[in-house]
């Protein structure tokens, strides 16, 4: 276990209410980093505003680049694309598979092979403490090496503050960028929502997060919108001893508060922010035995 403990939120499925959670332990939690690892779904700082003072852009796959000073349009590069990824006139940096043959055909020398930039990172700070995120660019392929390095720039925003904890916002689902944003991590928390899919989407991320070995619990969102499914959902928790963390009732304040780009918690009085305070104090008490 690292020395700076590290929580990552995620989810089945987009639009279950984990970035609310996330926005909101951000906004309860001290001394902490927040790191927006959904970088497909980039949204977190919409509701903590951070004030942005270091950026870079990330070098995805290599595509052919083509000198055009040096290109005389014969074509040799368009005929041997197996990928229809390059004409006389054009390259199709999204069509390009990189595997680097016009490069070795062209007579002229006028083609490499080198990075595109897919993704840009950012550091800035927010009324609740630094942050570190991403967004990949348009028609960009998830990545898992964005994740990374997201919570490299938040493992050193933690370092250089001295700060203990890294809540990390999670990518929906059990792609590669999940996986990144999961490894070697001291706890996960899933948040689920009483749905049948819901139910299958967080068992499946409950056995990715086993097969890693972490510590693991559960918030069911919306908890009232199917009793019978969310009392399936208690029983799953109860029988695999997983920590339920806690219910959350639905609250149409919450949908105020994103439409305001505030943490849920930043309003107080609706029922949905009574819970997410009681399920931090419960997360808090988990952090310290971990
Ligand atoms: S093979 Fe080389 S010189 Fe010929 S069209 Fe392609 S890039 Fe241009
Ligand atoms: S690198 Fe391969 S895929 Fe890309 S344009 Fe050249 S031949 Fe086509």
């Known amino acids: 276990m690292s020395a700076v403990k590290q929580v990552t939120v995620v989810s089945g499925k987009g639009g279950t209410g984990k970035t609310t959670v996330l926005a909101s332990f951000a906004a309860l939690a001290e001394n902490k980093v927040i790191a927006d690892c959904d970088v497909d779904a980039s949204n977190l700082y919409l509701l903590l505003h951070p004030e942005q003072h270091e950026t870079g852009?990330?070098?995805?796959?290599?595509?052919?680049?083509?000198?055009e000073e040096l290109c005389k349009r014969h074509g040799a590069c368009e005929e041997a694309c197996r990928f229809d990824a390059i004409t006389v006139d054009e390259v199709d940096e999204l069509a390009c598979e990189g595997c680097g043959l016009c490069t070795l055909v062209c007579p002229e020398g006028a083609l490499?092979?080198?990075?595109?930039?897919v993704g840009n990172w950012y550091i800035g700070d927010t009324r609740y403490g630094p942050m570190a995120w991403a967004r990949l660019l348009p028609a960009a392929e998830s990545s898992g090496r964005l994740v990374t390095l997201v919570r490299q720039k938040a493992e050193n925003l933690a370092y250089e503050?001295?700060?203990?904890?890294?809540l990390i916002d999670g990518p929906p689902g059990l792609g590669c960028t999940t996986t990144a944003a999961l490894a070697d991590v001291d706890m996960a928390v899933v948040v689920t929502e009483p749905t049948l899919s819901g139910i299958h989407d967080m068992e499946r991320q409950v056995e990715l997060i086993e097969y890693f070995g972490l510590a693991c619990a559960v918030i069911i969102n919306k908890h009232d919108i199917n009793p019978e499914n969310s009392?399936?959902?208690r029983q799953y928790c109860e029988a695999r001893n997983?920590?339920?963390?806690?219910?959350?009732?639905?609250?149409?304040t919450v949908t105020d508060?994103?439409?305001a780009q505030q943490p849920v918690v930043e309003r107080n009085g609706g029922p949905a922010a009574g819970a997410i305070r009681q399920i931090w104090t419960r997360t808090c008490e988990l952090i310290e035995t971990l």
Do not use: C, Y
């Not at 490499?112 to 930039?117: F, G, Q, S, T, W």
């Open 112 to 117: 490499k092979l080198e990075p595109i930039v």
């Open 57 to 67: 852009g990330f070098p995805g796959a290599k595509v052919a680049i083509r000198d």
């Open 242 to 252: 997983m920590p339920l963390l806690g219910e959350i009732p639905f609250d149409t």
């Open 231 to 233: 009392r399936r959902l």
């Open 257 to 259: 508060a994103l439409t």
């Open 161 to 166: 503050t001295e700060l203990g904890l890294i």
